[in-house]
């Protein structure tokens, strides 16, 4: 029903206006709403389609397009509000109003019914990438803690009950193992989701001629449905994201649990940081973790969201039915759940700092009662008659309140003759350790391994994240370490996604510097060859774990290895710079990075100047990049521009960056051709949105939906 109290689009067979009462049930657009962007990117899309089936022409498309353009801003802005039955009849009136006649030709040959399956399936699609940034966002927190836990070993628990001794590192790793099984079942969703349902029409297709797979690409889809009455019923897409979004819900709910035992009195390894803690409105000195509170309850709702849906669509016919409006509320309170749970969580346990003497406190004797059942075993004896005799030492021990090694020998002896003093005194936490230093176990080899690989799939250090968990031979003697790479390795404390270029070292977190190199190795710039990758990996990582860097994984840099200049000491990285084609007219420079101990020689701007004259010999018209170093850069001859203008960057990068909601990054431009970026101006708008600014200005609300960017 539209505001004013009239039938909505059906209003010429049913006159009369929907009962208050049941419009309050029927319509939509207070849930919807959020779908606007979307529904711009539909209507601009099926406007060429329309004009290809010669419903519309030149005129009327282009007319269409304009008032897309038009209420996109208004609408971003806030300045004008929606009002109708649902997101579809209110985007239509609106563009009937700014476009006339052709508005009113928009909805030829298509329904809301394969409406509203196309929006959802864009939407879907969009999440997915969202949350499996938020997921790698999380990992890489957890990376972190893995790398700064060092060779703390701890108890392992089971049953809550102390087991065996692990690497903390090990504990840390178990849970990106989950979470990295998380991204893989929202890429699977989000594949389910790519699929054009438009052109089915209500129930039996379209009568018009025009090209769907064009349609689909320039929506952003890879395939086409082929049946039209599926096409409009479907929803196993929405499923599994939801089944996706519970299943990372008990992930996140299981962490959050390991987290709150952690800060416990109890267990002491931690404490809830400061700023992700509250405090009793009762008891002065209490420090709560309600944040990793919430996080374990929120994942009941997920797990409801999903079983929901589930719910209404086992009770349908085929095609459309009207219960499927239960479809987009579950999948946004989903969203909107899984977005505050991953932008709040990596914070949060970076954050977080070990207590080295409670994590050694937990280390038992009691943790090495498997280790004499395995020499006993080595002995010759048969494991379960080993069990059972360190069982009763154990027993006997507790009898008498000592330490098993501390029972009077004749007793210990009594038991067995193989429980001797010195073999009693042999069993130590770090030996445990190393006889389990094979796949999959916690030992200090197969520790480092993981790390690596989870680093290097997490564009934290160079390695192979689809290889065999192996590790070099000389980490298999000596003194247990963790280590990924033949270079110095540098960290900091924070994790981040954004990537400004610059030559100067990045804030936050500490970084061991590396070694000084002589000052008469003079560094030389040269092009990026393969086995170049492990050294650009390494210098990136540390700016990566502090928000300077957009995490670029191994595999990935192998894939764009050609775009890299570096310089270089010897054989050794000691800096990088790419140049990245966005498309035809824009070039960005990016992963800009100097090693912190070569700082102050020039080595940034250099890079620069080489991918400036790259980007020359090919023909680029401009370059950019985002930058929180501006002055660097305009000292470079870039100048300050609105990212407004760069709707190809927020195509490729920007969708699945983290702070994309919220990006403090500053866009600089450099015109090699005079006038470019006048004439990309003067091209028009495109269909995806820019990233808002890191606050709304004063007075001025964020609208929900528009954070969304839309796939051309």
């Not at 080595?378 to 009898?399: I, K, N, S, T, Y």
């Not at 002896?413 to 003093?421: D, E, G, W």
């Amino acid at each position: 029903m539209s505001a004013e109290g009239k039938p909505g689009v059906w209003g010429g067979r049913i006159a009369v206006a929907l009962d208050p009462r049941a419009a309050a049930l029927n319509d939509s657009l207070a849930v919807d709403r959020r779908l606007w962007p979307e529904e711009l990117a539909l209507s601009r899309g099926y406007a060429r389609a329309l004009l290809e089936a010669g419903v519309l022409d030149r005129d009327g498309c282009e007319a269409l397009e304009a008032a897309c353009d038009d209420l996109e801003a208004e609408l971003r802005t806030g300045a004008v509000q929606l009002a109708g039955e649902d997101v579809h009849a209110a985007i239509e009136a609106e563009l009937t109003r700014r476009a006339g006649e052709a508005g009113r030709r928009l909805h030829t040959g298509r329904s809301r019914n394969d409406q509203v399956a196309t929006l959802l399936r864009l939407h879907v699609m969009a999440l997915c990438d969202r949350a499996v940034e938020g997921v790698r966002a999380l990992e890489r927190a957890l990376a972190v803690q893995a790398r700064a836990a060092g060779e703390a070993v701890v108890a392992a628990q089971t049953h809550l009950q102390p087991a065996q001794p692990v690497r903390l590192a090990h504990l840390w790793l178990a849970h990106v193992a989950a979470l990295e099984r998380d991204e893989e079942r929202l890429l699977a969703a989000r594949e389910a989701a790519d699929r054009l349902p438009l052109g089915a029409g209500a129930v039996a297709g379209t009568p018009l001629d025009y090209d769907r797979v064009a349609l689909a690409a320039r929506l952003g889809f890879s395939r086409v449905a082929a049946n039209s009455v599926d096409a409009v019923g479907d929803r196993d897409f929405a499923l599994e994201y939801l089944h996706a979004g519970a299943q990372l819900g008990v992930h996140l709910s299981r962490l959050a649990e390991d987290l709150v035992l952690w800060c416990s009195p109890g267990w002491g390894w931690f404490t809830a940081p400061d700023g992700f803690s509250t405090g009793s409105s009762l008891l002065p000195q209490k420090r709560n973790p309600d944040l990793f509170e919430l996080a374990r309850g929120k994942s009941a709702r997920l797990i409801a969201n999903a079983n929901r849906l589930a719910i209404v669509l086992k009770g349908l016919p085929s095609a459309y039915q009207k219960d499927l409006q239960e479809d987009k509320e579950a999948v946004f309170d989903t969203a909107d759940t899984l977005e505050r749970l991953l932008d709040a969580l990596p914070p949060a346990i970076s954050a977080l700092r070990a207590h080295a003497d409670r994590l050694a406190a937990g280390l038992t004797p009691d943790l090495l009662a498997v280790e004499l059942a395995d020499g006993l075993v080595a002995d010759g004896l048969p494991f379960r008659d080993a069990h059972a005799l360190v069982g009763r030492l154990w027993a006997a021990a507790e009898q008498a309140g000592v330490e098993p090694a501390r029972l009077a020998e004749t007793e210990r002896l009594a038991i067995s003759p193989h429980f001797t003093a010195a073999r009693l005194e042999s069993l130590t936490h770090e030996a445990a350790l190393e006889r389990r230093d094979r796949e999959p176990g916690t030992g200090p080899t197969w520790v480092a391994a993981q790390l690596a690989r989870a680093e290097s799939r997490l564009g934290l250090g160079p390695g192979d994240p689809e290889g065999k968990l192996e590790a070099r031979e000389d980490e298999r003697v000596g003194e247990p370490r963790l280590r990924t790479s033949r270079e110095p390795r540098t960290g900091g404390a924070r994790s981040g996604v954004s990537e400004p270029a610059q030559d100067a070292p990045a804030s936050g977190g500490d970084r061991p510097a590396c070694p000084p190199s002589p000052p008469d190795d003079a560094p030389v710039l040269r092009r990026a060859r393969l086995s170049d990758v492990p050294g650009i990996a390494t210098i990136m990582a540390a700016y990566v774990v502090d928000g300077t860097l957009l995490p670029r994984p191994v595999g990935e840099l192998y894939q764009c290895i050609r775009e890299f200049r570096v310089a270089v000491v010897g054989d050794e990285v000691v800096a990088c710079g790419a140049l990245r084609l966005l498309w035809d007219d824009l070039g960005e420079v990016r992963s800009l990075a100097v090693r912190p101990d070569h700082h102050g020689r020039g080595l940034g701007g250099a890079l620069v100047q080489a991918l400036i004259e790259d980007a020359r010999v090919l023909g680029l018209p401009r370059l950019i990049a985002l930058t929180r170093e501006v002055a660097f850069f305009e000292r470079l001859g870039f100048a300050t521009a609105s990212r407004d203008g760069l709707p190809r960057k927020v195509w490729t990068d920007c969708v699945r960056c983290p702070r994309r909601h919220a990006c403090d990054e500053t866009a600089v431009v450099l015109d090699l051709v005079p006038g470019a970026s006048a004439a990309a101006a003067a091209r028009g708008r495109a269909t995806v949105l820019p990233i808002p600014p890191a606050a709304p200005p004063p007075g001025e609300a964020r609208i929900r939906g528009s954070e969304l960017p839309i796939v051309t």
